[in-house]
């Protein structure tokens, strides 16, 4: 790739391979696609092509920008890949998977999702609060989904468990046009020198 086509940041996201019950969860990962790919932006993913995880895919890419899927083996032999995908790496596991999409992103950003989603999300706050990386972290809480989270996380701070620094870390937004030009402007270049997680897992 020219150095002239490289995207000016990659976002990871993490999402659900369901949609939801709600139109608007669909509406908010295209809305998150879009303005990706209207940034200059590369989406780096779990590669899938169903739910959300698809609709966020397919708008990053009409929007101009640039897809990376990072996908395990035994999903692909489900047919869940999306072949479309500008690069679509074909890993072992789990753990190569989110070992190589924390690697290839300068900040990460859930929507709505399954326990998958709460596990990378909560996993990269960890690796965050720990010192393993500085990268943004955002938390798209769309149609009130997440306030029961927020919520507990409060309690969690207030019963002792996590110190409010902690919970800090983690830009919450309602609104696309708010959360991701905030959380970019605490992106690094891809270019820059991200502390390897390879090594975390």
């Not at 002239?4 to 990962?29: I, T």
């Not at 999903?75 to 890993?91: G, M, Q, S």
């Not at 609060?129 to 955002?138: A, F």
């Amino acid at each position: 790739m020219n150095v002239s086509n490289q995207p000016k940041f990659s976002l990871c996201v993490y999402c659900g391979s369901r949609e939801g019950n709600d139109p608007r969860f669909a509406e908010a990962a295209r809305g998150v696609g879009q303005w990706i790919g209207a940034a200059g932006g590369q989406l780096v993913y779990g590669g899938g092509h169903a739910g959300l995880m698809g609709q966020v895919a397919d708008a990053t890419q009409a929007a101009g920008g640039r897809v990376v899927g990072v996908i395990p083996q035994s999903l692909v032999d489900r047919e869940a890949a999306n072949r479309r995908c500008d690069e679509l790496h074909i890993v072992s596991n789990m753990h190569e998977r989110k070992a190589m999409m924390a690697e290839r992103s300068d900040g990460f950003l859930a929507l709505p999702g399954g326990i998958g989603t709460f596990e990378e999300l909560f996993e990269v706050w960890t690796w965050h609060q720990l010192g393993y990386h500085d990268k943004p972290l955002g938390l798209l809480n769309v149609a009130g989904y997440y306030d029961g989270l927020l919520a507990f996380m409060k309690q969690s701070v207030a019963t002792g468990f996590m110190w409010e620094k902690t919970e800090q870390l983690l830009q919450v937004g309602t609104d696309v046009g708010s959360l991701l030009p905030a959380m970019l402007a605490g992106m690094r270049s891809s270019s820059g020198d991200a502390v390897p997680l390879r090594d975390v897992i």
